[in-house]
C-alpha cells in the first residue's frame, strides 16, 4: 500500500498433514476508509467486509470474485 502498510507471510507445518498459511496484514492510520477488498474495508463496520462494487454478497461469491 502506498500508505507504508505492510503483510507478512508465514507457512508451517505441524505436520505432514497438517500445513497453514498465516496471512497478517498491519494498515496504518492513513489506511483508515481509504482500503477495500479481501481483508475488508478497514472502517470498522464489520458487516460492510464482504463488499463488491457496492453490495454485499455471500461469502463464495466475494471470494470468487477475487481469483
Do not use: K, W
Amino acid at each position: 500500500m502506498p500508505s507504508g502498510a505492510y503483510i507478512t507471510a508465514e507457512y508451517e507445518c505441524l505436520c505432514e498433514n497438517d500445513c497453514y498459511l498465516n496471512i497478517n496484514v498491519y494498515p496504518l492510520a492513513e489506511d483508515i476508509d481509504n482500503s477495500e477488498g479481501l481483508c475488508g474495508n478497514y472502517n470498522g463496520i464489520a458487516d460492510d467486509d464482504l463488499t463488491i462494487r457496492g453490495t454485499t454478497q455471500e461469502p463464495d461469491d466475494f471470494v470468487a470474485s477475487y481469483r
